[in-house]
């Protein structure tokens, strides 16, 4: 299974190499930022909320400008430099010292990550025929699960509040590693060039994203995304977390590893879930997204009414709603990307990935906002009946866009050959 999801090209095969590599360095410090700037660098709770809070707000505002910058220069332009720039970030993380350095470093971050994963996208979707991008897609999300998993492991192992160096040491380690997709790059000379010689007059009219919106599968697949991850990537880390904890009545540590166990379900499950779905609606697999999700919460649900009276089921309840959750990733993983770049222009190629990208910037800003409030009422059961109810209704939304597809942009039938774009060296 992992021979047929690797692409044809070997590019692309050295890309999602420098994804697995970088990975491991972003799990080295993806759990602990608020512990080490709040319990190492003593900033208070409000001071490292804020500061997380305007790394997504900086984030989501230049995205649009990353993938305006990646139609016109190439998306090879736009990524080396925000490689250099997050690495420069990520190290300095190691020397913040008050709430002022933390924003001015938290800033920085937040430019170098605005487009690259538009950037790194748009690079892995010209290298890849829109048969196999479903494949390769999935592949690249299954390792970067692995890359993560595997610094948590590392860090987890290393970091202690004590001793401040362990955290300088993983933040500086995870700066070196996002060097890597760059030096990849630098190898790669015919990658990542601008994919057409002169925007087309469709491109020209409107400014770009006013051609991007008018596209009515996209914006119908945005609205989608957008009601989709609001409620459910966007809920992992507030609304899961603190139901568990206050309603369900479980200890942090069973939410860790109700999330190693998300891990796990992706890794393992990914490869088979890819080859399952070849074939198959793209439309109808996002339909299904949404009511694995729904299950995935509705199983929450049903342990807070356990809670405490049964202290082994309800943890097993948390675990299991991670787990459904996690299957549902790796059906949306694969097909999200691949639907967003068959609808994509190469002239506009950048744009639609950023767009795409910006979904999950903005639920992260909502998700967490709404989250608290619904938690607040009714011992949490609002939030249940709101985020299962959100989506079914993501799920309903997936099914009206079929009609709005052919057959080629669904996966129902083989896509015609077609020629690779040849990158204009610019």
Do not use: K
């Amino acid at each position: 299974m992992l021979r047929r999801a690797l692409p044809a090209r070997p590019e692309a095969r050295r890309i999602l190499l420098g994804t697995l590599l970088s990975a491991i360095g972003r799990g080295l410090t993806l759990p602990f930022l608020f512990i080490y700037l709040t319990d190492v660098r003593g900033l208070t709770d409000n001071q490292a909320g804020l500061v997380i809070g305007w790394f997504g707000a900086v984030t989501l505002a230049l995205s649009p400008l990353g993938g305006t910058l990646i139609d016109r220069f190439g998306a090879r332009r736009v990524v080396l430099p925000c490689l250099a720039i997050e690495a420069v970030g990520t190290g300095s993380l190691a020397l913040v010292d008050s709430i002022g350095t933390a924003f001015a470093v938290s800033t920085l971050i937040a430019i170098g990550g605005s487009a690259l994963w538009a950037g790194q996208t748009t690079i892995l979707a010209s290298l890849t025929g829109d048969g196999e991008r479903q494949r390769v897609f999935g592949l690249q999300f299954a390792l970067l699960n692995l890359g993560i998993g595997v610094g948590g492991l590392i860090s987890g192992a290393v970091v202690d509040i004590a001793r401040p160096v362990t955290f300088q040491a993983i933040y500086l380690l995870d700066a070196l590693s996002y060097l890597t997709p760059g030096l990849i790059l630098l190898t790669l000379p015919h990658v990542g060039h601008r994919l057409v010689q002169a925007p087309t007059a469709a491109a020209r009219s409107a400014g770009g994203y006013l051609t991007v919106l008018r596209d009515r599968p996209f914006r119908r697949l945005v609205i989608f995304g957008l009601v989709l991850t609001t409620c459910g990537y966007a809920q992992i880390e507030v609304g899961f977390t603190a139901y568990s904890v206050r309603v369900v009545e479980v200890t942090p540590r069973v939410v860790a590893w109700a999330l190693a166990c998300n891990t796990v379900m992706i890794v393992l499950s990914q490869l088979l879930v890819i080859r399952r779905m070849e074939g198959r609606s793209r439309t109808r697999a996002l339909a299904g997204v949404g009511a694995v999700f729904a299950a995935a919460w509705l199983v929450l649900g049903a342990a807070g009414l356990v809670g405490t009276g049964n202290a082994l089921v309800a943890a097993l309840g948390v675990v299991a709603c991670a787990a459904i959750f996690g299957f549902g990733e790796t059906m949306l993983s694969p097909v999200m990307p691949a639907l967003t770049n068959a609808l994509a222009t190469d002239e506009l190629r950048g744009r639609y990935n950023a767009m795409s990208s910006m979904i999950f910037g903005i639920s992260g800003i909502i998700g967490p906002v709404t989250a608290g409030p619904l938690l607040g009422a009714a011992h949490g059961r609002l939030w249940v009946a709101v985020v299962v109810g959100g989506c079914l209704a993501a799920s309903a939304l997936a099914l009206s866009l079929r009609p709005l597809l052919t057959a080629a942009q669904d996966g129902r039938t083989a896509p015609a050959p077609a020629a690779q774009p040849q990158p204009v060296v610019a």
